[in-house]
């Protein structure tokens, strides 16, 4: 045992603190400033974030295994989708996507709501003015474990079940980190499991999936033998008894997706 | 590691740190609660998530200890023991033989065709040699895509080195000692390798980060006072993969002992440990309506 010394290393110390510095004096200047009002966007010329776009420039989720505080947003009218609070819009987001759009607010400031994005790169984010929005709060929140292949729903941070899980194979993964339930359907072309809860996410080895961009889902399953398997090509597979809980969760919900 | 890279690295380091610290300091602030003396050997975010452990607190001002050390049955992160001690106002935290990412390089395959250059590598001028960046496979780390160019090797030789003779691990710290009392607190570190290579440890100054990105940062002597009188001090933060997996080690929170509790409580709300409650908290959101149609999903 030793104690190491603070000089070994402070020629590089000192350039990383002068940066430090003025970051920080700029990271003030950020959160001090007033905003003005929002010049006008051409919400024509935008891309609008759903599970069927890619945009690149969204920025990422920089806690993607934090929890919220369980707020969500519905985007009453088409909303423009900003990099950064009074910066430069880069997408839109539509009212309505499988059902009204219901988005998880993972940071907020002033006026404005950073939300998760339904649209590729998994782990895209984008702020919104906190003008034309619905908010309210999901008590709940869904995690899914890779490892021991389980789903655990919990409200107000009481667990209400536990349930074996089939996920994603090795080739396929279920993509971790943090996402929302996007919207809760019933397709009568999957007639063994018609109920799927599309999530925000998207398979990351799969560009495309039976037609769809390869949408990740929590789902039912006809036969038993999956829950507890990694065996599938993304999505969550669950029993009947979880599927019938899970549709009763708001949607923006957070899911919580790791590898424990 | 390359000497030219280093300011370099620990200046993007310290861009990281800032941005990391804005957005910390903008998230919104939970509930208080009385925080106790604390402390705690090991604990996980990411992909593979681990609870405090052995984990001790003490609200009453009394010394309190634990040596029970409980990890996950996972690949990623071995600990030979801790003992974690919380009392008045005080804390201490001592770690032996912390492994991340055991045997990661010999489960490596190298190809035929590059044993076959390394085993006719030039004694002189193979330095000049260009690194054949050939795709890793998966090290059971939650790296994204790793090749031999991120690993930390300056020419084909020292490439060839490291894939033929592997360390025994990515990261390995033989002992770390944390404490505090009131308001200070200290961090002493043993021997720091990087797969295979001792690199220097500032412990004794605050929020050092030492890059070996692009594989992992540490961040050495984290320390946060905050306005209900309690400090944390933390030995080691290793982040990998940028944030896929941040690994704490050795941490301790001082807090003076809470004033007795009163006779006839006031019964608290249900806890939220997982969602702490907004502070303007909006009504509760519907339960979706299924919407007929059809959308291909992964399956």
Known sequence: MRRSRWDERGGGSVGALAVLV???????????GNRDDLPAVDLTTLVSSSTHATIPDAPLDPQPYAGTGGVVVHPRTETAVYTAPDADAFAKVAPTQFGPTWLPVVEQTDGWVRVLLPSKPNRSTGWLPDEDLDRATSPYLIRVH????????????????????GVGARKTPTPPGRTFLLGSIVDDRRSASPVVLPLGAHSPTLDTFGGGPGTVAIHGWPSPDVFGAAISAGCVRVPKKALTELQKVPLGTLVLIDGK | MRRHLVPTALTLTAVTGVVAFSLVASSPVGNATVRPSSAYAVSADGQVPIEKTPYAESLDGKRRSS???????NPLLSVRAGTVSAGNDA???????????????SRVEVPPELKQTCASLPATGADDLPIPDLPLPDLGLPLPAPSTADLPVKNLPE?????????????????????????????????????????????????VTIPAAPLATITVNERTQRPDGSFTITGLTINLGDGAEVIRLASATCAPPAGKPKPAPTPQPTPQPTLPAPLDQPPVAPIPTPVETHHPVTG
């Open chain 1, 146 to 165: 890779t490892g021991s292949r389980t789903l655990e729903l919990f409200r107000q941070g009481r667990r209400l079940g536990v349930w074996k899980a």
């Open chain 2, 67 to 73: 040596s029970a050390l409980e990890l996950p049955d």
């Open chain 2, 91 to 105: 804390a201490s935290v001592e770690l032996f033989d912390v492994t991340v990412g055991p045997d990661v390089l």
């Open chain 1, 22 to 32: 003025v970051l920080g004096a700029v990271a003030v200047v950020g959160v001090l």
């Open chain 2, 159 to 207: 490439l060839c080195n490291l894939l033929l003779t592997p360390p025994s691990s990515l990261l390995g710290i033989d002992a770390v000692n944390v404490w505090c009392t009131g308001d200070d607190g200290g961090v002493d570190i043993g021997s720091l390798t990087v797969l295979g290579q001792k690199v220097a440890v500032p412990a004794t100054e605050e929020s």
